[in-house]
T-cell receptor, first 116, second 114 residues
Framework: EPEVTQTPSHQVTQMGQEVILRCVPI?????FYWYRQILGQKVEFLVS????????KSEIFDDQFSVERPDGSNFTLKIRSTKLEDSAMYFC??????????????FGPGTRLTVT | AQSVSQHNHHVILSEAASLELGCNYS??????LFWYVQYPGQHLQLLLK??????LVKGIKGFEAEFIKSKFSFNLRKPSVQWSDTAEYFC????????????FGQGTELSVKP
């Protein structure tokens, strides 16, 4: 069964450094999402992406964050200058339904980002 | 703004006990409702979903959930839990025609004692 994959599984970085989290969505999916979960807190929506542009972003997704689909398979989340409070598990998800259609989102295993 | 509340943070049960996990949401319009499960070290997986129709939905592994619109609730149930049900359970809501994002509850950790 096709799966969403994410790399790396764990990333440790120093405050102020740039990080890129990578995701490979399921191949025929068209809608992509990033979520994060700070330890002990809710899974929070960051951004949705369709047709090579951001469809929606939350207030968490400020100018330090960007997303890109650099080729036909990868979907990346970049944090330009990491802060301690960016430490979290970051989940990528994809689906083939649409933004107005309630299709199931398929989640990757997550990348644990630790900012020191 | 939409929000989702899960009342139980950590539930401990013995095998064969019945399970009910509460989920309430706040949103006045039409919603799509989901329960996801995360087994230790694994992905978030869909347990079941409600879009329309019969408010009692059945999912995988013997789970079911009932949508009660008047109570803004979507509680998850299982008549007899197994040790392998030990996991974290997340309720999530998608507001219809408001984009594809999911709004999650804080999760309930279920521990089943053999």
């Amino acid at each position: 069964e096709p799966e969403v994959t994410q790399t790396p599984s764990h990333q440790v970085t120093q405050m102020g450094q740039e990080v890129i989290l990578r995701c490979v969505p399921i191949s025929n999916h068209l809608y992509f999402y990033w979520y994060r979960q700070i330890l002990g807190q809710k899974v929070e929506f960051l951004v949705s992406f369709y047709n090579n542009e951001i469809s929606e972003k939350s207030e968490i997704f400020d100018d330090q964050f960007s997303v890109e689909r650099p080729d036909g398979s990868n979907f990346t989340l970049k944090i330009r200058s990491t802060k301690l409070e960016d430490s979290a598990m970051y989940f990528c998800a994809s689906n083939n339904g649409g933004l107005a259609v309630p299709y199931e989102q398929y989640f990757g295993p997550g990348t644990r980002l630790t900012v020191t | 703004a939409q929000s989702v509340s899960q009342h139980n943070h950590h539930v401990i049960l013995s095998e064969a006990a019945s399970l009910e996990l509460g989920c309430n949401y706040s949103y006045g319009g039409t919603v799509n409702l989901f329960w996801y499960v995360q087994y230790p070290g694994q992905h978030l997986q869909l347990l079941l979903k409600y879009f329309s129709g019969d408010p009692l939905v059945k999912g995988i592994k013997g789970f079911e959930a009932e949508f009660i619109k008047s109570k803004f609730s979507f509680n998850l149930r299982k008549p007899s839990v197994q040790w392998s049900d030990t996991a974290e359970y997340f309720c999530a809501v998608n507001a219809y025609n408001q984009g594809g994002k999911l709004i999650f509850g804080q999760g309930t950790e279920l521990s089943v004692k053999p």
